[in-house]
Each structure stands twice: as C-alpha cells, then as structure tokens.
C-alpha cells in the first residue's frame, strides 16, 4: 500500500518496492482481500494509523498490524468489533449498531475502553501489551499497542518437545509476576491459553488476547465459548464470576501443556471423572512444593484451588535450604546415599538399663534361669514328633499324587488336584483331557462353559476411557458411533445398545453412541447474491438465516447480499445465525427478519 510515496508491506509493515505484490520481507500477498466484516488493508483511522491485515479476532474485537504514520512505528490495531451485535459496510470504517442493541454497545465499549485505559497503567511491563493510545473513531473505539514480533505457545509447540520442567517454571515466572499486578488493580485476563501466551522475538514469554468482561456472561451477545483444556469449570457455568483462581488455573494449565506437550483434559470431564495425572517422567523430577502448586493449581473446584497467582509462585519457587540428611528436592535423600548405607550392617546399642522394683527383678529372674534338664529332653522328644508326622503327611500326599494323576483321575474327579497340577502338561491325566477335548471338539459332542460378562453403565465414561479399558475390551466388543449434539460434552457417551446389568456372553457386540459436540459446517461466501439465492443455500446447508435491510439512497443495488455478519471460510455450529445485509427499495425503512434454517 502506498503512502506518502511510501510502499509499505500490509503483512507486516516494511518498505517494499513499488509495483511489487508479494512481500520480500514476509512474502505476504498484496492482492489477497481481507474479507468482510473487517476494516479494508490500507484503512487509515484517526488520521494517523494505516491499518494491515487481521493478526487475530475474539467475540469483542479484532487485532490489524498497523504503522504510525507520525513516527513510522508498526504497532498493533486493536479494534472494538463486536460483530454479534454490529456490522460495517462495504469500504466503510464506520460502525452500524444492529437493530436493539444499541444500549449493549453502549455498556461493552464503555468496558473497553475501561479496560485499555487501565493497561495503559502497565506500559513498563515488557510481557504485557504497551499500550500508547486509546482514541474513539469510526463510531467505535481502538487501543493502540507497540507491535512485538511473536508466536503462539501453541504454533511454537507444534515442531517442538516439550520444556524440562525447570526451564518452564523459569520462563512463566515474569508473567506469573505481571498477572499478579493486574491482579492487584483488578484486571482479570478470563482467557489464558497457548493462543493468548506468546513466545516473542526476545525468547520471552508475553501475554495477550485481553477481552471485556462482558464476553464472560452467559446473557451477554459477546459471550465467547470457554477454551476447552484450559478454561475452568466455573466458565462454563450460565452466571460465571471471574476471580484471581480463574487465571491461576488457566495458567497452570498451560504450565502443565508446556511441560508434558499434552492438552489437560477439559473441566467439564474432569468434574463428572477426575482422573488427570502429572506424568512420572515429569513428577520425579519435580520438588513436593512444584508438585503441589500443579495439583492444586488445576484443582476443578474452586474451593479447593490455589487463590492467587501469588500463592502459586510461592510454591513454584519456594527455596528452602536442604536440611542434613535430605537433598534440596522436596527432602528426598539421594539414592546413591541409600545404597551405601543399605550395605552397612546397622550398629545396635546397648539398651538402656533401668531399675526395676524388687519383685519384678524377682519374677525376670525365674524367667531368665535355664529350665531343668528334663524339660530340654521333653521339647526335643515333642519337636521329633511333630517332624516325623509331617513327613509322613507329606509322603502319603506325594504318593496320592502320583496315583492320582495317572490311574486314579479316570475314576474320581477331585477339582482341587486338577487345579493344582493343571500346570504340569506331561501327566497322564492332563494328556488325555487334551486328547478327550478334542475328540469332542471335532465330533462336536464337547458342551463347553461359556464365560459371561455384566453390562456396565458406559454413560458414565468417556469414549476415551472406555478405549484404554482392559477389562471392558476383553469382555465385549465395542463399535462406537458417533452422533453430532450440544447437549453433552464431545466425547460423552449418550447412551448403549445393551441395557446396564444384562449378563451376556464375554465378546458380545455393544455399540455405544458417543457426542461429537455441535456439529460445525463451514460458511460459503454468498456477497454478491440476491437475498433468496444467498439464504437458501445457507439454509440448505444448516445456517439460520436474518435479514438486515439498510436504506437505499437509490445508489445500491436492491436486494443483493453485502454484507456477512460472520466470515466465510470459517466454520460454525450448525444452526448458527447468518446474517445477511441487503439494501432495500428507495425509502424503504432499515428492518430485519429471520428465517429458520432448512436442517
């Protein structure tokens, strides 16, 4: 985009030869579109800042690269775009508010504003946004941020292993530090995930994605969906309150992904079955305090969760000085110690003496003095006995044995000297129970006993435990299907072809209906269409459909679709709301109507 005689790159902001379409510096194309609802590349806002391509978008707002065209600084564009409940033209910098929600608007660009101006408090803190500006334009309003150069967690995990758990703690430590301060003055993030931590050119950790607190209530339009893995239960809830342990525990997720390169198990699941673990291979290596700051820091219920990021580093990075005897993790003692003191024979002391009254002295006395000679040849004569009687016990029972497991076994069946000498296959008696059974087997005469198993409730598990179960793979078979539906968490078993408490032959088939979640179809790009084409193939494909009718000053085309309010390309729950924007006939009033989806 040229500016000023200046070719400035829409990716990322550098000069670039005129008459050139594909960046050098980071090979982003020029011709590419930036698709509605969001500001056309090469906006320019407040008359200072060009805007780029989108970096990122939340239910609020959406983030642009942008340039200062007064100091020649990329920075980052951070608008306030709440698409649920606005819309923008073509071209246009401008925001419409859709139809009843005008006050809506209202209170969430007055938190947004709230918001930015606080974490302009905190330009200082390298980790955290440095806010420059906050300014009102275009009917909305824009935080203005100096641009880092940085990756997701999640994009820089994708090629990589995971971090030893030390390096980890170490490199989360300055952000632990600055969540607490926001903490301090109130600001609470909502939102922490491997999306919203990034790793940036410096090696550092920076924290980012901040959203108003309005996409946290269940009765708000911006309300976004909780980030399964690292989103607590309490997000989920229809009256969510964001507290210090919400972050605390998002983080310490996210600690627990960058150490294991494993998503936690989401907190809807773990509420029903908690069965998540910190692997050995980590925990060993990790001191009683660390261990427990993790443990506790992921607790489900928010009672029994760390309260404070504060609280949570005081266990990370306790030091407490190794006592004698004890190593400095967690006082376990080195093992090679171990060994060397295992092999010494302990040295026993002498017992302490004490005084005893003089009857008890007495009665040790007779205790202690050696018995009779006639009773030392009455206990030999008693031991003797009772030797010579086992040994005849055992005799008669090896030459029971014997007759057994080559003659007797044909006329008696003693179940408990089959079991006993099942093992020995050379015998008589177990060569021909292998010669009879197949005898039978091949006549067909054999009525073997046939193994039966209890149908367990499997609504209780998910299909992930069921699939790691021994016990329940080796008694039935099991077909899993999968039925799309937001009424159970994805991977909740809905219901089973057998009903809980029936006995059935061990392998028996059950086929177990598993929740694929809300089904999810992508958006066709339908601008450009007439409002009847462009709602009967949403609606064909699953979308709700609402009409947003604009005034025509007579220069539009009636009828025909503008305007999206989500992004084609994307995917989104069946039933989602399309709403289509159209201009209407010459006088005709704004207006909207809604039509059910065709599924």
């Not at 760390?306 to 005081?314: D, K, N, T, Y």
Request: proline share 6%; hydrophobic share 35%; aromatic share 8%.
């Amino acid at each position: 985009m040229t500016h000023n005689s200046k070719n400035y790159c829409m990716g990322c902001m550098k000069e670039m030869p005129a008459g050139v379409t594909i960046c050098p510096h980071c090979s982003h194309n020029e011709l590419s579109p930036q698709n509605q609802p969001f500001l056309r590349k090469g906006s320019i806002i407040y008359e200072r800042y060009l805007v780029g391509k989108v970096e990122s978008f939340a239910s609020d707002s959406t983030t642009y690269i942008g340039l200062d065209l007064e100091t020649e600084q990329t920075v980052s564009v951070i608008e306030f775009y709440p698409d649920k409940i606005a819309s923008r033209p073509p071209q246009s910098t401008e925001i419409a508010i859709k139809l009843g929600y005008e006050e809506s608007f209202r209170v969430a660009l007055q938190s947004f504003l709230d918001l930015w101006n606080d974490m302009k408090e905190f330009a200082d803190i390298p980790c955290l946004p440095q806010v420059t500006d906050v300014l009102l334009f275009g009917g909305t309003a824009y935080a203005i941020c100096q641009y880092k150069d940085k990756i997701t967690l999640e994009s820089y995990f994708m090629d990589r292993e995971p971090l030893p758990a030390k390096k980890a703690f170490h490199a989360f430590k300055p952000l632990m530090s600055a969540l607490r301060k926001l903490h301090s003055a109130g600001i609470i993030h909502g939102a922490i995930s491997p999306k919203s931590i990034c790793v940036g050119a410096d090696g550092k950790l920076h924290l980012s994605r901040f959203s108003i607190r309005q996409c946290y209530c269940v009765d708000s339009a911006l309300r976004s969906k909780p980030i399964s893995g690292f989103a607590p239960i309490e997000l989920y809830g229809d009256c969510p309150h964001l507290r210090e342990y919400t972050d605390v525990y998002a983080l310490t997720a996210v600690i627990y992904y960058a150490v294991t390169g494993k998503v936690p198990d989401d907190a809807t699941r773990r509420a029903v079955k908690d069965d998540m673990v910190l692997p050995s291979a980590v925990a060993e290596k990790l001191t009683k305090n660390e261990i427990s700051a993790i443990v506790k820091g992921l607790a489900v219920n928010p009672s029994n969760r760390i309260s404070s990021v504060a609280e949570l580093m005081s266990l990370l990075y306790a030091n407490h000085p190794a006592s004698p005897g004890k190593s400095a993790a967690g006082g376990a003692v080195p093992k090679a110690r171990v060994t060397a003191e295992t092999r010494q024979a302990p040295v026993s002391k002498p017992p302490k003496t004490v005084p005893l009254p003089e009857k008890r002295q007495e009665k040790e006395a007779e205790i202690s003095a050696p018995a009779p000679k006639k009773q030392e040849k009455e206990g030999s004569l008693v031991a003797l006995m009772i030797k010579t009687f086992t040994l005849v016990v055992l005799g008669c029972f090896l030459v029971f044995s014997v007759l057994y497991t080559t003659v007797l076994y044909k006329s008696y069946d003693i179940p408990a000297m089959n079991k006993i000498f099942s093992v020995f296959t050379f015998l008589p008696m177990n060569q021909q129970d292998t010669d009879d059974e197949y005898e039978n087997n091949v006549t067909g005469t054999a009525d073997y006993e046939k193994s039966y198993a209890t149908v367990p409730d499997f609504t209780k598990y998910t299909q992930d435990d069921i699939k790691g179960n021994e016990t329940f793979n080796r008694n039935f078979q099991i077909e899993f299907k999968t039925e799309y539906t937001d009424k159970y968490p994805v991977g909740t078993v809905m219901s089973q072809s057998l009903t809980e408490g029936e006995s059935v032959v061990s392998g028996t088939k059950i086929v177990l209906t598993v929740s694929g979640g809300p089904e999810q179809i992508e958006l066709p790009d339908v601008i450009g269409m007439t409002y009847d084409e462009a709602a009967k193939k949403l609606t064909d494909k699953g979308f709700k459909v609402t009409k947003d009718v604009q005034e025509n000053d007579g220069s539009q085309s009636v009828g025909e679709v503008f305007m999206m309010n989500k992004v084609a390309g994307l995917s989104f729950d069946i039933g989602s709301e399309v709403v289509l924007s159209v201009y209407g006939e010459v006088g005709e009033k704004n207006s909207t109507t809604a039509q059910v989806s065709g599924n």
